[in-house]
């Protein structure tokens, strides 16, 4: 660090000069009325818009497998056990529980 990005300062041997100084001057602000950042709201809640966009189509294509799968009578128990999806070998299992991964993941990064 080179000493012209240094400034002896009250109370301390150096204070930064900079983001460093910024920093402190708002850091030590109690009634934080200095806060000066952006919120990024307008890019925050589009993102957000796509993330839901996201999920509603993912969940779609959960309700449609679901529907595929309630006229098997034999897999009853596998559309309301995790245990039995989870170990179960049919095609259409391993094909709801990547698009469960999926939906947890785009959950998971919306919240």
């Given at each position: ?21 910024l ?19 307008r ?5 957000l ?6 999920l ?34 049919r095609?259409?299992?391993r094909?709801?529980l ?13 919240r």
């Amino acid at each position: 660090m080179s000493s012209a990005s240094l400034e002896r300062g009250p109370g301390s041997v150096y204070a930064y000069q900079g983001y460093g100084r910024l920093a402190s001057f708002l850091a030590e602000d109690k009634d934080r009325s200095t806060s000066i950042y952006r919120g990024f709201h307008r890019v925050t809640t589009r993102n957000l818009l796509y993330l839901e966009s996201e999920l509603a189509e993912l969940e779609a294509r959960q309700d449609t497998l679901d529907n595929v799968d309630s006229n098997d009578l034999e897999n009853l128990a596998g559309i309301a056990s995790w245990e039995v999806l989870s170990r179960s070998t049919r095609e259409i299992d391993r094909e709801k529980l990547e698009l469960l991964k999926e939906i947890r993941r785009v959950t998971r990064e919306y919240r």
